[in-house]
């Protein structure tokens, strides 16, 4: 059965950084897009980043390119979110989600088919 955990949000300055993680498991990552998606009060959820590993294909949404880099840990079946230079508009629920296809990477969340918990991201002073 497929699962996806979050990990690694929590509280961080502005300016800060922060490294969340999606622990995958009960499937083929190769064979899946991931994307990370965002939740903040109030607000839509939005794409962030989502990766194709199959066709080394990444997107960022237009607010975190250049601050936000998505990789996957393949001996790990980990998909990370590296976010730097974090500002107080980062601040939401961070989920990762996948669906069964390579190439395209979208940003839209309808098109993703299982999704994680979540975890929170606070970015403050």
């Known amino acids: 059965q497929l699962h996806l955990v979050e990990s690694g949000g929590g509280l961080v300055q502005p300016g800060g950084s922060l490294r969340l993680s999606c622990a995958t498991s009960?499937?083929?990552?190769?064979?899946?897009?991931i994307g990370w998606f965002r939740q903040a009060p109030g607000k839509e959820r939005e794409g962030v980043s989502c990766?194709?590993?199959?066709?080394?294909?990444?997107q960022y949404a237009a607010s975190v390119k250049g601050r936000f880099t998505i990789s996957i840990d393949n001996a790990k079946n980990t998909v990370i979110l590296q976010m730097n230079s974090l500002k107080s508009e980062d601040t939401a629920i961070y989920y990762c989600?996948?669906?069964?296809?390579?190439?395209?990477?979208?940003?839209?969340?309808?098109?993703?088919?299982?999704w994680g918990q979540g975890t929170q991201v606070t970015v403050s002073s």
């Open positions: 990766i194709s590993d199959r066709v080394s294909t990444t």
């Open positions: 989600a996948v669906f069964r296809g390579f190439g395209l990477c979208p940003l839209t969340s309808r098109t993703y088919t299982n």
């Open positions: 009960g499937f083929n990552l190769d064979e899946y897009v």
